[in-house]
């Protein structure tokens, strides 16, 4: 066990601590009118006042965020923004089999709708379009990865399958056994600012942001909705909500999500020795390929950032700042990445944290609207949503619109996800797929019949 590794480190979101943060927006006071009220100030919401702005110039968009622009998953995750809108091609023709080509079809064309608009407005988030590798380590994957490139390859899907001599050539590791690569279908970003830059081209836009803004109350105000907050009421014709894993303004939609924990570890810069002995040029995303699996990728300043395998459910399922730190997943990080880059010995990490994404049974975005067409939602994203966002934006607002869109006539975005049981029996479900999921990971793949009965009736839940 490596600890030295974590002696210095700063328990600190890497991305949130830069410099060049945003000075703070204020708060809402009194009372205000709008023709578009969005709650929310990660990218669902910053995409949905954007996109609202760009279809009509003229309509009146207020933002309310209850922190900072940014401050929870939106600026913490590891800035992969995939193309897929059903957490990977897999999960999505599991699900909806007949409309998986048009799904993949839609996530291009939302990317590429990301990358069009961080060009035109000049965004400045450290956009990079390498495409993404997910690797095997363990025998059995192996063969998992050949079948599913061919699978999605039959479906139009550019993926390629990598055996041992081209996956050492792409990321030097003694782990990697074989790879799937996806050369386009993801791009990676500093998250944090994205978040900043989508909010300053909102601004620009003319949407009004104000922070500190707890959204506490939604009710009918005659043709409209009334949000109130602590200080004051935003009067609206319709809202949107990206509030994701904080409780819903919607309560019928809770039952549909819960907070998980996810952790990830910094590294300090490399060396360019460092960086010549384990390769990795074309700096694409990474992931491993059992069912708790590990994220990595390079910064902009050639750190690499190390997370996942880990994913906490704490019973009622609470948000909690005590939460956000765990030391004994920190420990398990450092292990597995010398473990998976032994030559990096005597590399140290800079920062070390973590916080709640909102999970779903479907393990992708649900959608849908409320109060007789007056407010919409997103959210249910499960850790691959940074690009499905400015989906779950442009969804919103057909729905809010009452336009039937190609968007809006997919089983995917009419559908919803099962809801999770009551507590205790949630509680007890999630930890003993936890340890099923672990279980097969050290078996050879082997799933018992606990996950397969998971599997049957269409409950998703790994790391």
């Known amino acids: 066990m490596n600890r030295q590794s974590l002696s210095d480190v700063s328990y600190s979101t890497y991305w949130l601590a830069d410099p060049g943060r945003p000075a703070v927006r204020g708060p809402l006071t009194g009372e205000l009118s709008t023709d578009l009220v969005v709650v929310g100030g990660g990218y669902t919401g910053l995409w949905t006042a954007i996109i609202a702005k760009e279809r009509n110039p003229e309509r009146d968009v207020v933002l309310i965020e209850g922190g900072r622009i940014g401050h929870a998953a939106s600026g913490r995750n590891g800035g992969f923004v995939a193309a897929s809108l059903t957490h990977g091609f897999a999960n999505g023709y599991s699900r909806w089999p007949e409309e998986i080509a048009e799904l993949e079809r839609l996530g291009l064309e939302n990317l590429q709708g990301i990358e069009d608009t961080i060009n035109r407005y000049g965004i400045d988030c450290e956009w990079e379009r390498t495409g993404a590798l997910d690797v095997a380590t363990a025998p059995h994957e192996v063969e998992a990865l050949r079948q599913g490139v061919e699978l999605a390859r039959g479906h139009g899907v550019g993926v390629e399958f990598l055996d041992h001599e081209a ?30 830059g989508l909010a300053e081209v909102a601004e620009r836009l003319g949407v009004r942001i104000f922070e500190g803004t707890f959204a506490t109350e939604m009710a009918r105000d005659g043709a409209g909705m009334a949000v109130r907050t602590p200080l004051g009421r935003v009067r609206a014709r319709h809202v949107a909500l990206g509030t994701n894993v904080f409780p819903s303004l919607v309560r019928r939609t809770r039952l549909y999500t819960i907070p998980v924990y996810d952790y990830a570890l910094m590294t300090e810069p490399l060396t ?20 708790q699996f590990h994220y990595f990728r390079q910064t902009a300043d050639n750190r690499i950032l190390w997370g996942g395998y880990d994913a906490i459910y704490h019973f009622g399922g609470k948000l909690d700042p005590s939460h956000e730190h765990r030391q004994e997943t920190y420990h398990r990080l450092s292990d597995h990445f010398f473990d998976t880059f032994p030559q990096l010995e005597g590399l140290r990490f800079s920062h070390a944290w973590g916080g709640a994404i909102d999970t779903c049974t479907r393990f992708s975005a649900f959608f849908g609207a409320a109060y007789g067409g ?77 996950l397969k009965a998971m599997d049957a009736v269409g409950f998703g839940f790994d790391s």
């Open 374 to 450: 007056r407010v919409a939602y997103a959210a249910g994203y499960t850790g691959l949503g940074v690009a499905a966002t400015r989906f779950g934006a442009d969804v919103m607002l057909d729905l809010l619109s009452g336009a039937r869109t190609a968007r809006t006539r997919t089983r995917m975005v009419r559908s919803k996800p099962l809801p999770f049981p009551p507590e205790p029996v949630r509680w007890a479900g999630v930890e003993l797929t936890r340890r099923s999921l672990a279980h097969a990971d050290a078996n050879g793949g082997r799933r018992n019949l606990w």
């Open 272 to 291: 360019a020795a460092q960086m010549a002995s384990v390769g990795w040029r074309s700096r694409q995303g990474l992931s491993d390929s059992g069912n």
């Open 167 to 196: 996956v050492q050539a792409e990321v030097a590791s003694p782990r990697f056994l074989a790879g799937a690569y996806d050369r386009r279908g993801t791009a990676m970003v500093n998250p944090a600012k994205l978040a900043w």
